[in-house]
């Protein structure tokens, strides 16, 4: 805890500011980035990119963080606020993303990341780049999958064999005692 590296001089104030209440915020857990990312859905290396600035954060990360600490109502909400502002001014990836970016789902039990995307804003329609927020659930808050269709075993199958085999079987027989008769 206290032990961060510096954050880079030419952040925006709105990002410096959000990262450095982040850090607060973790340091007053008295967690490991470890024994954070055991209670998150993010892992240790996610924090270390997020409380170093070098990537921001999901909005989940945030509100699981929060969570984490204890804080709910007013307090979370303006940490959701300072994320807000932030995610606006994000330095942009030092690496080239391409315009066809998408989110890639990651392995069980990992978070997904922000993407960054290009995007026309500003006066003239200049290109800059944004983040786009990927919604990341842990396992524990996601809602039951239940399919669409209720599935029919095979004994839906079966009883529509017996029920057409019946049938067969009274039709022979009324074809039998009518001839007969």
């Given at each position: ?55 921001p954060p999901p909005r989940q990360a945030v509100a699981a963080l929060c969570r984490v600490a204890g804080l709910a ?69 996601r809602p039951e999958e239940r399919p669409a269709v209720p599935r029919r075993g095979p004994g839906g199958r079966l ?6 085999l019946l049938a067969a079987l009274l039709v022979t027989a009324v074809v039998g005692a009518v001839a007969l008769g």
């Amino acid at each position: 805890m206290g032990a961060w590296q510096p954050l880079p001089d030419d952040l925006p104030p709105e990002v410096r500011h959000f990262v450095e209440q982040l850090r607060l915020l973790k340091d007053g857990t008295g967690l490991s980035l470890v024994s954070l990312g055991a209670r998150t859905a993010y892992s240790k290396s996610s924090w270390q990119r997020y409380l170093n600035a070098t990537q921001p954060p999901p909005r989940q990360a945030v509100a699981a963080l929060c969570r984490v600490a204890g804080l709910a109502g007013a307090d979370a909400e303006r940490h959701t606020v300072r994320w807000e502002m932030a995610v606006k001014v994000w330095p942009k990836p030092t690496a080239a993303v391409p315009a066809q970016a998408h989110a890639q789902v990651q392995p069980q039990g990992q978070a997904l990341v922000p993407v960054a995307l290009p995007v026309a804003d500003g006066p003239g329609g200049e290109v800059r780049e944004a983040y786009e927020e990927v919604p990341t659930v842990p396992w524990w808050d996601r809602p039951e999958e239940r399919p669409a269709v209720p599935r029919r075993g095979p004994g839906g199958r079966l009883l529509v064999y017996a029920v057409a085999l019946l049938a067969a079987l009274l039709v022979t027989a009324v074809v039998g005692a009518v001839a007969l008769g």
